[in-house]
């Protein structure tokens, strides 16, 4: 596809239950990046892989969060024992290079934990 | 710690009329700052600068920052009822993180 794309677009959890979120970034695109968007709250950092190496992941709210991307393409954020304060849209960006150039969105999946 | 200020956090115009919004930042080893517009969930890219003083263009809407007083304005002119979205700043550092601002949320009414 030409853009970034996230699935499921919706998933709606149980308090308790694991979810995992899929991110296909732009193909080629080195870098990858993660966000957690509170409802009118600006994107705030989870965490970044060049390839598939995770350079950082100070973002991660707890030891609950955990993201991959083995092959250095597609990338999941595995979320564990989801609470309700992890309700949220989660963001995936990818962009062609390391380093600071403009970085494309996918739609999002907005989690809600009941 | 890094910051990223936006102001005002919402407005709302009239069509045709002229809007600025401002981005200011607190963030070590500034690298670049981009803007994007947030309609349903996708930030969708608008510009992204890394020179003082330079202005970007598109449209009716342009950008320019100030490195100095640390600063960015995102102008949109003759606005219409298309362009009501949040506008996001983000300012990217040398660790390749993006750091957001809360968003400017713009209603534009007809």
């Known amino acids: 596809g030409a853009g970034v794309s996230q699935s499921p677009r919706y998933k709606v959890a149980k308090r308790g239950q694991d979810v995992a979120l899929r991110c296909d970034p732009i193909?080629?695109?080195?870098?990858l990046f993660w966000y957690q968007q509170a409802l009118g709250q600006g994107p705030e950092f989870l965490t970044y892989f060049q390839n598939e190496a995770q350079l950082d992941k100070s973002g991660l709210p707890s030891d609950r969060f955990f993201a991959e991307r083995p092959e250095g393409s597609v990338s999941t954020l595995k979320i564990q024992r989801t609470q309700q304060e992890d309700s949220a849209v989660y963001l995936c960006?990818?962009?062609?290079?390391?380093?600071?150039?403009?970085?494309?969105f996918g739609q999002g999946t907005r989690l809600t934990v009941v | 710690e890094d910051k990223v200020v936006q102001s005002p956090l919402s407005l709302v115009v009239h069509e045709g009329d002229t809007v600025t919004l401002n981005c200011s930042y607190e963030v070590t080893n500034f690298r670049s700052l981009l803007w994007y517009k947030q309609e349903k969930k996708a930030p969708t890219f608008l510009f992204m600068l890394t020179s003082s003083g330079i202005e970007k263009k598109s449209g009716r809407l342009s950008s320019i920052l100030d490195k100095k007083e640390l600063f960015s304005i995102l102008n949109i002119t003759a606005t219409q009822t298309g362009d009501s979205a949040v506008y996001l700043c983000a300012v990217g550092d040398y660790g390749q993180n993006f750091v957001f601002g809360p968003g400017t949320r713009l209603s534009v009414l007809p």
């Open positions: 193909s080629g695109h080195v870098s």
């Open positions: 960006a990818s962009s062609l290079v390391s380093g600071n150039t403009e970085a494309f």
